[in-house]
Nanobody, 124 residues
Framework: QVQLVESGGGLVQAGTALRLSCAAS????????MAWFRQAPGKEREFVAA????????YDADSVKGRFTVSRDNALNVMYLQMNSLKPEDTGVYYC?????????????????WGQGTQVTVSS
């Protein structure tokens, strides 16, 4: 089992930045591919960004390209999401997820482990 804990959320104004962290513990192995998803009230959970276990490949949703950057530090078992130029539509609960194997990174049902989420609220 792997436990994931997100942190770094908060209430910010549009145009500012936040950095989210996802700390992994338990039976951690560096071969987990990881991702960030978000869910706004009344909407389905949507893909934000993903990173392969080595960190050599990243994938971003079109809505965050050029503004968000996903990274990871395997020595610390932590994944990050640097969010710049935040918009009100970025508001939601942000979840980190981990899975074994590759495949389509945008499908939430392919992930084996999830954190509890951290709230991000962007005011206009």
């Amino acid at each position: 089992q792997v436990q994931l804990v997100e942190s770094g959320g908060g209430l910010v104004q549009a145009g500012t930045a936040l950095r989210l962290s996802c700390a992994a513990s338990g039976h951690t192995r560096n071969t987990y591919n990881m991702a960030w998803f978000r869910q706004a009230p009344g909407k389905e959970r949507e893909f934000v960004a993903a990173i392969t276990w080595s960190g050599s490949n990243t994938y971003d949703a079109d809505s965050v390209k050029g503004r968000f950057t996903v990274s990871r530090d395997n020595a610390l078992n932590v994944m990050y999401l640097q969010m710049n130029s935040l918009k009100p539509e970025d508001t939601g609960v942000y979840y980190c997820a981990a899975k074994l194997g590759s495949g389509d990174y945008t499908f939430p049902w392919t992930y084996h482990f999830w954190g509890q989420g951290t709230q991000v609220t962007v005011s206009s």
